[in-house]
């Protein structure tokens, strides 16, 4: 079960990237992020309001709990920040495929932290993972993004580090607290922290280089879309026997849906390389998911 939930969850963030691309084309990317951590928590609202208007302010009323799950905002807010100037900024067949690098770096949180253990069918996915995050980096040197030249690239790479940080953070969150209510309360930390961040960019007068903002109706799919996502992710971690390296792994499959929507629909550059990296990316996750079953 918790496989197709982790199906799930990629399938969703396919689109959830796809809904960042369109949303994020000439726009201000303070902005929309600050109305998808608004949105967000208007849809998780529920949970919280039903548990206040029990006398329940979350996790028994524990600062302690909540202090942690603000941590999970800040390091939640902090990747998405990275990831959606780089978006941006960058194609997405590159930017999606770097994301893909998040499942080695859980890999090795996984093994030290949890004492997770692979068997040669999740290995073997994992090198293929990695060999096809390598690929896509040579072929980006190509378009012109390398490390030594592009901020993008590295926001992009400093996304996935943090991304892989969350990962490992959920896995200990869950072992205490009910996924739907972390789920519900760090979304509402995130939006007092990123108006707080927002306000403070406005009257310093620094804001995102991106110019004005305008309003599009995929910025409401980016909240709709990670919201879902979330949903199965956490209920994935949750249930006997899920493995957060697998998970995350293949939660990176999202890059298929992205992919395509770059090449078909922005006509991004070179495709057959490209399609090589993806279908190195498919044999690894079908890899995962044999040895997981």
């Given at each position: ?62 600062q302690a709990a909540h202090a942690m799950i603000a941590v999970k905002a800040l ?120 108006g707080s961040v927002l306000l403070l960019m406005m009257r310093s007068r620094h ?64 495709v057959k390389a490209k399609l090589l990296d993806l279908s190195l990316l498919l ?11």
């Amino acid at each position: 079960m918790w496989i197709i939930l982790a199906l799930l969850s990629a399938l969703c963030l396919g689109c959830y990237d796809i809904s960042k691309k369109v949303s994020l084309r000439g726009n201000n990317v303070l902005a929309v992020l600050f109305l998808n951590t608004l949105f967000c928590t208007l849809l998780m609202s529920p949970v919280i309001v039903g548990g206040v208007v029990k006398g329940d302010f979350g996790f028994g009323n524990s600062q302690a709990a909540h202090a942690m799950i603000a941590v999970k905002a800040l390091i939640v807010l902090s990747s998405w920040m990275l990831g959606y100037f780089s978006i941006k900024h960058l194609p997405l067949t590159i930017a999606s495929p770097i994301a893909a690098s998040r499942p080695v770096l859980v890999l090795v949180g996984a093994l030290l932290v949890f004492g997770e253990r692979l068997n040669l069918w999740q290995w073997g996915g994992i090198a293929l993972g990695f060999f096809s995050l390598f690929f896509i980096t040579r072929i980006g040197r190509k378009e012109g993004f390398t490390l030594r030249n592009s901020r993008w690239l590295w926001m992009s790479v400093g996304a996935a580090v943090m991304g892989a940080v969350s990962a490992l953070y959920d896995k200990y969150l869950l072992r205490s607290f009910e996924p739907l209510e972390v789920q519900a309360w760090y979304t509402l930390y995130q939006f007092l922290i990123m108006g707080s961040v927002l306000l403070l960019m406005m009257r310093s007068r620094h804001g995102d280089s991106g110019g004005k903002f305008t309003w599009r109706w995929p910025i409401l799919l980016i909240s709709v879309f990670l919201t879902v996502a979330d949903i199965a992710y956490f209920y994935a971690l949750s249930l006997p026997g899920s493995m957060i390296a697998v998970v995350s792994m293949i939660r990176r499959g999202s890059v298929i849906v992205s992919f395509f929507y770059g090449v078909v629909a922005l006509g991004e550059r070179d495709v057959k390389a490209k399609l090589l990296d993806l279908s190195l990316l498919l044999a690894g996750l079908a890899m995962l998911v044999i040895g997981s079953r």
